[in-house]
């Protein structure tokens, strides 16, 4: 069954840290370009990062560059989002997502399957 399971989220003070992991099942994670979007309350669906399928190569919105990192483990068949110097705008449900596109890309209708959110709350 192709499935795709996030973990990781949490509540965390701001500049504190969480890794998110997203494990895949029923396929090969390297195969796809991976994708983290996120949704805070009342905001569409915003990408985040991804890591191509092509090449390995790791691409971050502005707002979160320089402060995550996306990475992939393909023994373990789990991309992770390492979050640091969280703030309280991180805050959102966030999903990753596996497509065919060669390269990154920061469409919604470029990726097929989905996983079922993690949440993250940065708060004191």
């Known amino acids: 069954q192709w499935q795709l399971v996030e973990s990781g989220g949490g509540l965390v003070q701001p500049g504190g840290s969480l890794r998110l992991s997203c494990a895949a099942s029923?396929?090969?994670?390297?195969?796809?370009?991976i994708t983290w979007f996120r949704q805070a309350p009342g905001k569409e669906r915003e990408w985040v990062s991804c890591?191509?399928?092509?090449?390995?190569?790791?691409h971050y919105s502005d707002s979160v560059k320089g402060r995550f990192t996306i990475s992939r483990d393909n023994v373990k068949n789990t991309v992770y989002l390492q979050m640091n110097s969280l703030k309280p705008e991180d805050t959102a449900v966030y999903y990753c997502?596996?497509?065919?596109?060669?390269?990154?890309?920061?469409?919604?209708?470029?990726?097929?399957?989905w996983g079922q959110g993690t949440q993250v709350t940065v708060s004191s």
């Open positions: 997502a596996s497509g065919r596109t060669t390269y990154c890309s920061g469409r919604e209708y470029d990726y097929d399957y």
């Open positions: 029923g396929f090969t994670l390297d195969s796809y370009t």
């Open positions: 890591i191509s399928r092509r090449d390995g190569s790791t």
